[in-house]
């Protein structure tokens, strides 16, 4: 990662603040009327302006604290962000999550410039309610970072977290990382220590998605993302360890028998997870910034869908280069909730060999349920050419892979409690196929000239003289 570009220094996306300034400075960073209400109003406003602007709500529900939502809903603002082209996005993110950078506690954290010992967050914090039907104001943006008790080893993910009392955050844990923490916990009869960080800058957001295993603290991948070690700081009432720039810190723990009814709530496949009894966070002590910003993600919006995709495509590269020489790039669609389906371009296969990609794309997260495989001259990255290869290179009798009752997402609606269908397609043209059968038209020197290009040599006459 010598070789990018960081105007001097860190990549832009290692602070969040000067984030902010970079988009406002360059019309991407929206500031509507001020005092919109948290109920609705905000997650509609961000909504509407998802993939085009971030936006900086003031006053939201009367609060002090703003909100902001839409930091990283582009595909090219998280290249940005890392300081390289978007083409080479998931590849330097892979490099990351392969080679983390440990730690460094430092003293003075801003983080910690106000503590807050009686947290009641129906007061102290804006926390919007977003989709018609959830259950009430969630937090949507915190890293949620637990400490192994045993080992010492953190994890971070994002967790959705109902405000159920003043102190109290309902949580949905997946059958992943915390979870195993809480179990390790519950097993040494001690509650997990955790923390919820909101408002960190765009590398450790980033990283906080990394498909990493279970003991590597993401927060070791933002210090390889940075390319020198995240400044942390120990909470005030635990031994985490979180983000010493942070702007928000939650700090609590989770007993593992205690529950209580969370959801529903509405989540990244654009359907509502399910109310049911679910652990339950609860707070200690609060420390923030001196004048903090509250970061929220809506649920379905770009922001929530891309965070899913550029971390694990990078995973799906490394994992898949790792064991095939022909797999060139991958690509995890809009349309696939950017969970589900996940496109893999190959080149110079063997017989057979597609096969192999699939069954081993499917396995290496449980998320994945369509593979589709397409050869080099079809552009991963546009869901439109993934198609076309469909239409024109795949025969369902021949190319279709179906695997049974395997592990999928407990939030695809169509599972039965997670459990479901994989699917692979093979839509790479047949190896022994006659050399013309499959060669794409193309017309000569198309491929020099550009829209602009042709308009700024346009001939000055107009047409509308000859007819
Ligand atoms: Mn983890």
Redesign the pocket.
């Known amino acids: 990662m010598d070789e990018r570009e960081t105007g001097g220094g860190l990549p832009v996306g290692a602070d969040l603040r000067g984030w902010l300034r970079r988009l406002a400075d360059t019309g991407r960073l929206t500031t509507p009327r001020a005092g919109l209400d948290l109920r609705f109003e905000v997650a509609a406003t961000a909504n509407v302006l998802d993939g085009t602007a971030a936006t900086f709500f003031r006053g939201p529900g009367g609060s002090d604290t703003p909100v902001v939502s839409g930091l990283l809903s582009h595909r090219d603002w998280m290249a940005e962000s890392m300081g390289v082209p978007t083409a080479e996005a998931a590849r330097t993110f892979g490099e990351a999550s392969e080679h983390p950078i440990d730690w460094v506690e430092v003293p003075d954290p801003a983080c910690q410039q106000v503590i807050t010992r009686e947290v009641d967050l129906t007061t102290q914090l804006p926390i919007p309610t977003h989709n018609e039907h959830d259950s009430g104001a969630y937090i949507t943006a915190g890293l949620l970072i637990a400490r192994n008790p045993v080992t010492g080893q953190q994890?971070?993910?994002i967790h959705r977290l109902q405000v159920t009392a003043p102190d109290k955050l309902g949580v949905l844990l997946l059958p992943?990382?915390t979870l195993a923490f809480l179990d390790e916990s519950a097993a040494a009869g001690q509650a997990l220590e955790i923390a919820v960080v909101i408002g960190v800058d765009p590398l450790t957001l980033m990283a906080s998605q990394?498909i990493?295993?279970?003991g590597?603290d993401?927060l070791t991948v933002s210090g390889a993302l940075r390319g020198e070690p995240l400044p942390v700081t120990r909470c005030v009432t635990n031994e985490v360890r979180v983000p010493a720039d942070a702007e928000i810190v939650l700090e609590g723990r989770i007993e593992a028998a205690e529950r209580a009814p969370e959801g529903p709530f509405g989540e990244f496949p654009q359907y509502y997870g399910e109310r049911a009894e679910r652990h339950v966070v609860t707070l200690d002590a609060m420390t923030t910034k001196e004048k903090p910003i509250f970061h929220t993600i809506v649920g379905g919006g770009l922001e929530h869908l891309l965070l899913g995709a550029l971390p694990r495509e990078a995973t799906f590269l490394v994992e898949l280069q790792r064991r095939f020489a022909c797999v060139r790039d991958v690509h995890l669609s809009r349309g696939g909730t950017c969970r589900y389906h996940l496109y893999v371009q190959v080149s110079g296969h063997k017989p057979g060999e597609v096969t192999n990609v699939i069954l081993s794309a499917l396995s290496v997260h449980y998320d994945v349920k369509h593979v589709v495989v397409v050869d080099a001259d079809v552009d991963v990255h546009d869901p439109m050419e993934v198609e076309w290869a469909v239409a024109t290179r795949f025969q369902a009798s021949r190319d279709l892979l179906v695997v049974d009752t395997a592990q999928g997402s407990k939030l695809d609606p169509s599972t039965v409690d997670g459990v479901g269908s994989k699917l692979g397609m093979d839509a790479t043209s047949p190896l022994d196929a006659p050399e013309m059968k499959f060669l794409r038209i193309r017309v000569p020197g198309q491929e020099n000239l550009t829209v602009d290009g042709i308009r700024a040599a346009a001939d000055a006459t107009s047409p509308v003289d000859y007819f």
Request: charge should be neutral; hydrophobic fraction near 45%; proline fraction near 9%.
């Open positions: 994890n971070v993910s992943r990382h990394a990493v295993p279970l590597v993401e």
